[in-house]
C-alpha cells in the first residue's frame, strides 16, 4: 500500500540506504522524561487532546451502504456514526436525550431508525427526534430541541474523522497538511475489510512508540516480521504532525538488477502512515494492510487497539484465503505478542527509577517527529485553556 506517484523515488532512497548501511535520521538524540509516560495530569491532558483533534474513528467501509452504522466507545465516549439514506456520513453522541441510555450496543449494523432500548424515544438516521412514546402521557417536548448530539465529522478517503469536542466543522485539508494526496491514492474505500480484533496494551504512548522506528525488527520480530523485512532502514516524510514511513522489505535488493523503467518498486516497499495522534496505517507488499487505532485506556498504564486487517480483494481462492488468514494471524501475533509483551515489560519497568528519560535514537525520527508534535500541541492547548 504505497501511493504510486511516489514509490520510485521512495524506494530509491531505500536502496541508496541499504548500499551505505544507513537510516534516515534526525539531527541529534532526543531525551523524553519517563515521568511523562507516568503522570496523571501530563495523561489527563493528553486525553483531552485527543478530544479536541479530528479522530480516524471509522473507515468507510465498516459503513459500506446507507443505514449501516457503527456504534463504538471512544475515550469514555459513546460515539454513533451512521451513514444516512442520502449516503452521508453523520457522527452523534450515542445517547439518548429522554434520560441518557445509549441507542445501540457498540458494534456495527444496519438500521435507519434508532430505538432506545429504555422508553422507545426513536430517533432516525440524520439524528433527528421522529417518536416520542405515548407523548400524550409524557408532556410537551420540541423534536428540534432534542435530536442527538452532532459531532463534527468529515468522510474522505475511505476514512472517517470525527471530533469529540466542539461545533466547528472539520477543515480537513488543513489537518492533514499534506498528507491527503498520498491518502487519496490508496484508494482505502474501496479495500475490503478481512478482520478487526481489539487488543489491550500499554499506556498509548509506550504502544505508539512501536509502530514509529522499526530499529527493533530483527532483536523483536525474529521470527514474525524479520524475515521479510529490513531494520533499521527508514524512508520518513512528514506532513505536519502526520507521517509516511518506508519499511522496505529485504526483496527490494533485487531492484538493483533491474532498469528503473522496469521497476514493480512497490511489491518491496511497506508503508507505514500515521495519522496523528494515534492511528497507524501498515501496508505491505502484498495487497494486505493494516489499520491500528490505539486508544489510552482508563489510566496513563493502558491502551487499546482496534487492529483491522484489510485485503486489497476479497480473498476468493483457497489460497487467498490461506494467505488472508496466515497475514491476519502474524500481525496479530507479532503486535500483541512481541510488541505489546515487550511495550507491557516497559511499563512495569517505568517506576524502577532505572531511567530518569527515554533516548529516541537518531535512526528514530520519526518517533521524535511524533513527539515533538504532541509537546508542540500539549503546549499550545495548555496555552488556549488558560486564556481568559
Ligand atoms: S432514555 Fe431513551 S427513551 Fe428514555
Ligand atoms: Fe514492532
Not at 430517533?123 to 405515548?134: N, T
Not at 497538511?177 to 491514492?185: P, R, T, V, W, Y
Not at 528503473?260 to 512497490?266: F, G, S
Request: proline content about 6%.
Amino acid at each position: 500500500m504505497i501511493a504510486p506517484s511516489q514509490v520510485k523515488a521512495l524506494a530509491e532512497r531505500a536502496l541508496a540506504h541499504l548500499a551505505a548501511g544507513t537510516t534516515d535520521q534526525a539531527p541529534d538524540v532526543m531525551r523524553i522524561p519517563v515521568e511523562e509516560y507516568l503522570d496523571a495530569d501530563v495523561w489527563r491532558q493528553e486525553v483531552e487532546l485527543f478530544r479536541r483533534v479530528p479522530l480516524a474513528l471509522a473507515l468507510s467501509v465498516e459503513l459500506p451502504a446507507p443505514g449501516t452504522f457503527k456504534a463504538m466507545d471512544v475515550l469514555d465516549t459513546p460515539v454513533l456514526v451512521s451513514r444516512g439514506r442520502d449516503g452521508a456520513v453523520r457522527a452523534f453522541l450515542n445517547v439518548c436525550r429522554h434520560r441518557g441510555a445509549q441507542l445501540c450496543p457498540v458494534g456495527t449494523g444496519s438500521r435507519h431508525r434508532f430505538r432506545c432500548p429504555y422508553h422507545a424515544w426513536v430517533y432516525d438516521d440524520r439524528g433527528d427526534l421522529v417518536a416520542v412514546h405515548k407523548p400524550g402521557t409524557f408532556g410537551d417536548v420540541d423534536p428540534a430541541e432534542h435530536g442527538l448530539r452532532r459531532l463534527p465529522a468529515v468522510e474522505r478517503y475511505g476514512i472517517v474523522w470525527v471530533r469529540l469536542a466542539g461545533d466547528a466543522p472539520i477543515d480537513l485539508a488543513d489537518w492533514l497538511a499534506g498528507q491527503e494526496q498520498d491518502l487519496a491514492q490508496l484508494e482505502l474505500g474501496s479495500w475490503h475489510l478481512y478482520e478487526q480484533r481489539e487488543l489491550s496494551g500499554p499506556g498509548w504512548k509506550v504502544a505508539l512508540d512501536g509502530y514509529l522506528e522499526n530499529y527493533h525488527v530483527q532483536a523483536l520480530h525474529r521470527t514474525t516480521f524479520a524475515p521479510t523485512n529490513t531494520s533499521n532502514l527508514m524512508v520518513v516524510d512528514a506532513f505536519g504532525p502526520h507521517q509516511r514511513i518506508l519499511y522496505p522489505a529485504k526483496s527490494i535488493k533485487d531492484l538493483r538488477e533491474v532498469p528503473v523503467a522496469e521497476w514493480d518498486a512497490a511489491a518491496h516497499c511497506g508503508t507505514v502512515y500515521t495519522l496523528f495522534p494515534n492511528v497507524s496505517l501498515a501496508g505491505a507488499w502484498d495487497g494486505h494492510a493494516v489499520l491500528s487505532q490505539i486508544y489510552p485506556g482508563r489510566t496513563p498504564a493502558a491502551s487499546r487497539t482496534v487492529q483491522t486487517v484489510l485485503t486489497r480483494e476479497v480473498p476468493e481462492t483457497e489460497a487467498e484465503r490461506r494467505f488472508a488468514k496466515d497475514f491476519s494471524e502474524l500481525v496479530r501475533r507479532g503486535v500483541f505478542e512481541e510488541d505489546y509483551r515487550t511495550g507491557a515489560d516497559v511499563q512495569a519497568a517505568l517506576t524502577s527509577g532505572a531511567n530518569t528519560h527515554f533516548l529516541f535514537g537518531r535512526n528514530e525520527l520519526a518517533l521524535q517527529h511524533h513527539h515533538r508534535w504532541l509537546r508542540r500541541m500539549l503546549t499550545e492547548h495548555r496555552g488556549a485553556s488558560t486564556k481568559p
